[in-house]
Every structure is written in C-alpha cells, then in structure tokens.
C-alpha cells in the first residue's frame, strides 16, 4: 500500500470517521428506544461482576489465579474468560470499581468495542488497497450481523471483544508480511485478542495466520512466510498461558464436550445463509428464538457485479482473505459441537467481517464498469428467492420479510444504476444510507434481543446494602432466574450469577462456565447459581467419612432461602445453631449464631490428629501439626480439590465426599507447619510461555524500530507506510 498524499491521509481520517459517527449514532439509537439494550443475559450476570471483582483485586494487588471462596466457579484459571492476562479487561475491571453506574460503564465499554472494530475493519480493508470510501462502507457493515446486534452486543461482552480486536491482528499480520513492518501492532493486538480468554478468538487468529501463509507463499516471499510465522509462534505461546489451565483442569469440570450434528442451538444451514441478505430473514434452526442471527448485510448481492474472468486472472493477492473466508463459512455451516466447543453461529460476525472486506475489495478490483440488466436481474433474483425462503420457513413476520425484500431491491436498484450512470461517488454515501436502513427495519420488527433481561440493578450502592445480617461465607437455596426475569423488585434482592460480587459478600453462588462436577451434582447448583430446594436437606445431611454435616464441611455460615421455593413453616423453623438472621418478601437468611471459617480452613481432621495456627489464603492454607498418630493423620480442608494443589510435607489424597480437598501427614510432621498451595496445572510452563512470548516479542519490536530508524528516511511523496 502506497502512502498516501496529504489529502489521502485527510480521505482517510474523513471516512474512518464517518464510519465511526455512522456506527455511533446507529447503535445510538438502540439505547434511546431500550437503555438497557447492553444490559441482558450474561452481561450484567457474568461479565460486570467478573470484571468488578478482578479490578478490585489488582487494585488491592492481589491477582489470583483462585477465588476459594467461589468454590465451583472459582477456578479463575481454567474459567478463561475471566481475562487474568489482559491488560484490556483489567482496565474494563478497574473503571467498573471506581464508576458506580454499571450502565455507563457497559455503555463505554460496548461503544468502545464497537468502535475499535469498525476502525479494524477500516485498516484492514485499506491494507487491500482499497480506497477510503470501499473502506468506510466495509467498516460499517462489519457490525450489522445478527449475533452482533443481538447477542454480542447485548449479552457476550467477551464475543464481542475478539471482534474488535481481530481485525487489527489480521491487519498488523498483513503489514509484517507486505513490508517487514514493525511487528509491534500485530503482537500487541494478537496479544490483546488471546487473552481475552474466549477461544473462538484464538481460532480466527490461527485461521487469519494460515491465511497469511498462504499469501507469502504465493507471492514466493519466504521472508514474509517465517516473519508470520514468527509471529504466530509468540502469539501460540501467549494462548499456552492462557488456556492450558483449562485444558489440563477439564477432567473434573462439567463443561460438555462430544460431537453434535447439523442443527439445533446457534447453527444454521446454507438456505439460512442464501437468505440472510435479508435483516428480518429470521429463519428457524438458527436458536430457540426466532430472529435474524444469521443476518450477514443486504449489500451481499453485489457479488454478482463482479467481473468474472478479471476475477479468475487476479485472484491471488486475495488468496489468504479467500481461503480465511471459506473456512469461516465451513465452520459457522458446520455441526452444533466438536468436542467442548459448541454453537457455531458465535462465528458469524467473522463471516460477516470476512465477507464485507472480500466485497469491497473484489468490488473495486474486479468489478464490472457498467453491470448488465442482466446482472442486476441476479441480484434482485437472490433477494425475491431469499424473502419467499424465509417466509416458507417461518411465519413470524411476513410483513417485516415484504418490507427487507422491497428495500434492498429499491437499494440494490439505485445503487445499479449509480454504477451505470459513473455517479460513483455517491456510492459510498448511498451504501451508507442503505445499511442504516436495513438497520432501522430490522430493530423495528424485532427490537429485543434473546437474553434474559434479569432486571438487574443498575447502581452499584444497590448490591452493597444487600443483607447486611450475613455473616461469613453464604450460599443461596433456591431457584431466582425466572422469577427476578418477571418481577424487577425481586431483582434488587436477589443477585444473579456474577453479581454476587458486587455484594461484598462471599457467595458460593457465582457465574461459570466450566463448574466442578462432583460439587455441581451434589449440590445441584447451576451455572447462574441457582440451585434445587433440595440442596437445603443435602446440606444438613452427614457425609460418611467425616461424620460431620456438609453444610459445617463446606463452612457455610450463611443460608439465603427462597421463599417460594419452600413452606413458611421450614422457613421459620432453622436447625439448632441456626437462627433467622433477616425476612424480606423473596428470602429468608439464616445464619450460624456461630460464625464458622470459611474457604480455605480446616474442615476435619482424623482422630488422634491435631493442627492449629490456620492461615487460609487464595492461592494456599497452611497449618501446624500439634499432634498425629505414627500412622499419619489427614486434613480435610474446605477447598476444592481442583487439579494443581501441591503440599510440604505430606500428600494429597483422595478428595472426601469426591470434591474436597483431603491432606494426608506423616507422623513426622508433628511441630512443623504445613504448606498447602495451588498454583494451576503446567503453571511453570504457563508463566515461560508467558515471559518468552513478552521478551521476544518486546526484543523483536524494539529491533525493528531500531533498524527503521538507521535507515535513509522516506520522502514524504514515496515510499512504504
């Protein structure tokens, strides 16, 4: 890519602008007609609270790899998302605990996505040669898809994130391997996009490095081939820290894996696809609910403008962007599972990144000057068959179906006969306007997303005043999601998921998306921390090697019951030790007249052992033994026995009840202290990764700016950027 002249770098600053205003006010718009459109599903029950809590702990520098205290949703490490390693989600986490209006906070965050991702697109489509204004219109159309608009931008914040940011690392890639460029803005975006902790990320990142293999060798650029290649090496080496606690802790967890077929949840097939350049076609299969999710842009049929066989003769340089496609449209069209990994779909705004910058590109290389009724014929072809397919398969709105099919023929006719007439200027604005249409058409026939809408609080100050008769570590009994989803009162007691963390208080009844599966079953909770009434006998009940209850086991000193969930007769009535702490119209809380230690503590030990000066921490407890038979003792401490505890002197055991943490003592441990630590599985070569990868790259950067800056400087007329 050539530099630009002074008026090409205002072009671009012009219509990167524009593209960034146009996105803005669109999702703009979202927020006045439904301010909380950023505030469904896992937003505000994972993602707000797992950010509030990581910013509190670094604030606090104390960085963890474990929450104990979460027990079943406490494997930081191994949860992934949690973003331990991201210098972007740490920062999200530290405006979230010095700004008290959660709504703002996600507002920022969101638009600011939304932002970097239009830009990312914008830069990647110009490293094609493109000009500013095929850019601009690209860069719009990136955040028009379906899941965009209505999963990850309401609900999977961390979905989202990778969009973002993947653009960038597609463009940084493309610079080491067009012109040796400083690999700087490639590592530090590809840094940024793996440690985010959402692995669909990390595949398009290895996708988009094949893709750019395939460039260099094509071009026979060998120099090109190891600079990639280089980078993908430090860039795997980042995804080893990232994700090999989770790959070596996934035997204990719940997380499903196996093979699913076609169809079901977040698939689609290729008639949805054919159909999507509709922003209603909302055909059936693609979810539980019916919406537009597989909305790709209306703009689609501009393919069939495309001069053919000046296509077939200069297809090349656009191999790596062909091939990256195809594969993401393999893979989006693919089975519902493959092994952990599930619902397709969640790739579909990559498809739609994908195909918007091949449109733009393909357009201003190889597009026909002066497109045939013929052509125009095709297109429009495509959209009559695309709205009778979606009206055959649903009939949900036939009205919204007649109004996408009669407004992207009028657009795709105007913008034929603005290429016929050499009115290209207006090409751009008139594909602008268009788009945003198709926006507007689409939110007014369905303008709620699928999440749940929890009616969470929105003011920080509300989940800090809940319960203040807790007392140590709480679980709450019971089932709240349907019910705070149909009554906002409720919502302002009852926190959800992640959102415990905004309490202040120690709940076991966190987010997660892996769990530990022997305490999940046993305690039937569920990812969003509801749980069976049942679970409140289970806690009462004894387990067999300890003699003790489950409830003491698990030092649980605070029980959050629901009301509609149980008779006001048990409510009323605690076990011995137990008294009724607080009564609201949702819950009753009990508490131990005896407050017990929490996570991390000493549980139980065997007859004839002894140990005392406890000290629990995040990552370790330890303990001296007073006393223990010649035989040895063991230590039941509360923790989970999660794969990478390690102890000096003695061994682990066999965890009791198959989820706690068991320790086993030689007699001669007798005056010594204990050390119990975790660090998580691989954590030595985890943390190599990490400082290979960082030092590398940092080495690499600073040799590269070094040697551009001995080199003769480029006139401002010539020359590469």
């Not at 910013?55 to 930081?76: F, I, K, Y």
């Not at 008639?271 to 790709?296: I, N, Q, W």
């Not at 000046?310 to 091939?323: K, N, V």
């Not at 009162?489 to 892996?514: C, E, F, M, V």
Request: glycine share 10%.
């Amino acid at each position: 890519m050539t530099r630009p002249e002074l008026g090409g770098a205002r072009a671009d600053v012009a219509w990167s602008g524009a593209a960034v205003g146009t996105v803005l006010v669109a999702l703009g718009l979202l927020l006045v007609g439904n301010h909380h459109y950023f505030w469904y599903g896992d937003t505000p029950a994972a993602y707000y609270g797992w950010w509030y809590h990581l910013g509190e702990l670094v604030r606090h520098g104390q960085w963890s790899t474990l929450d104990p205290h979460a027990w079943r949703a406490g494997n930081l490490a191994a949860e992934g998302q949690w973003g331990l390693w991201s210098p972007l989600t740490i920062g999200i986490g530290l405006l979230a605990t010095v700004v008290s209006d959660l709504l703002l906070v996600t507002a920022v965050v969101k638009l600011g996505l939304a932002v970097v991702g239009v830009l990312g697109v914008y830069l990647l489509v110009r490293s094609y040669d493109a000009p500013p204004a095929a850019a601009y219109v690209a860069a719009l159309l990136a955040p028009m898809g379906g899941m965009t608009q209505y999963l990850d931008l309401p609900s999977w914040a961390a979905a989202e994130m990778i969009w973002a940011l993947f653009p960038w690392v597609w463009w940084g890639l493309r610079r080491i391997m067009l012109r040796g460029a400083n690999p700087l803005p490639a590592l530090a975006a590809g840094y940024l996009l793996v440690t985010v902790g959402y692995v669909f990320g990390t595949i398009m990142l290895v996708v988009a490095i094949v893709a750019c293999l395939v460039d260099g060798l094509l071009a026979r650029d060998r120099g090109a081939v190891l600079r990639v290649l280089g980078a993908g090496v430090l860039l795997g080496l980042v995804a080893v820290t990232v994700y090999l606690p989770g790959v070596l802790t996934a035997s204990v967890t719940a997380r499903e894996t196996g093979y699913g077929g076609f169809g079901g949840k977040f698939t689609t097939d290729p008639l949805a696809l054919f159909a999507s350049v509709l922003p209603t076609a909302a055909v059936t299969g693609t979810s539980d609910h019916v919406l537009p999710y597989a909305y790709l842009f209306c703009l689609l049929p501009v393919f069939c403008w495309v001069d053919l066989r000046r296509a077939r003769e200069g297809w090349r340089p656009l191999a790596g962007l062909l091939l990256f496609t195809v594969v993401v449209l393999a893979i989006v069209d693919g089975p519902s599972q493959v092994g952990p990994l599930r619902w397709p779909l969640r790739l579909q705004p990559f498809l739609v990144q994908a195909l918007a910058v091949l449109l733009v590109v393909a357009w201003t290389r190889f597009g026909l000057a002066r497109p045939s009724p013929f052509r125009l014929g095709l297109s429009l072809g495509w959209v009559v068959l695309a709205g009778a397919l979606t009206m055959m398969r649903t009939s949900s709105e036939r009205a919204g179906d007649l109004c996408s099919v009669a407004l992207v023929a009028a657009a795709l006719t105007l913008l034929w006969w603005l290429v016929r007439s050499g009115r290209r200027t207006w090409l751009a604005p008139v594909a602008g306007a268009v788009t945003l249409a198709a926006f507007g058409v689409q939110h007014a026939f369905y303008p709620t997303p699928p999440s749940p809408q929890r009616n969470a609080p929105t003011d920080l100050a509300a989940y800090q005043s809940l319960y203040p008769g807790a007392a140590g570590d709480l679980l709450k009994v019971g089932a709240t999601d349907l019910l705070v989803q149909s009554d906002p009162a409720a919502a302002r007691q009852l926190p959800i998921g992640s959102a415990w963390y905004l309490t202040g208080l120690r709940s076991q009844n966190t987010y997660t998306a892996i769990s530990q599966a022997v305490y999940k079953s046993r305690y039937c909770i569920y990812y969003q921390g509801d749980t069976c009434p049942a679970l409140l006998t289970e806690l009462f009940s004894t387990e067999p090697t300890t003699g003790e209850k489950r409830v003491d086991l698990l030092g649980v000193s605070s029980l959050l019951l629901v009301r509609h969930d149980f008779s006001s007769a048990r409510l009323s009535q605690p076990p011995a030790g137990w008294r009724v702490a607080e009564r609201t119209p949702y819950v009753v809380l009990w508490t131990r007249r005896t407050s017990l230690p929490g996570a991390g503590s000493v549980a139980w030990t065997s007859p004839g052992t002894s140990v005392s000066a406890v000290d629990a921490g995040a990552t370790g407890t330890s303990f001296r033994v007073d006393r223990v038979p010649a035989a040895g003792g063991t230590v039941v401490l509360r923790l989970l026995d999660w794969p990478g505890y390690s102890t000096s002197p003695g061994s682990i055991g066999d965890p009791v009840d198959g989820y706690l943490l068991t320790v086993h003592v030689p007699a001669t441990a007798t005056g010594q202290t204990v050390d119990v630590a975790f660090h998580p599985p691989g954590w030595t070569t985890e943390v190599a990764a990490w400082l290979l990868a960082v030092v590398l790259g940092a080495a690499w950067s600073v040799v590269a700016a070094v040697g551009r800056s001995r080199r003769t400087p480029v006139s401002r007329t010539g020359g590469s950027v």
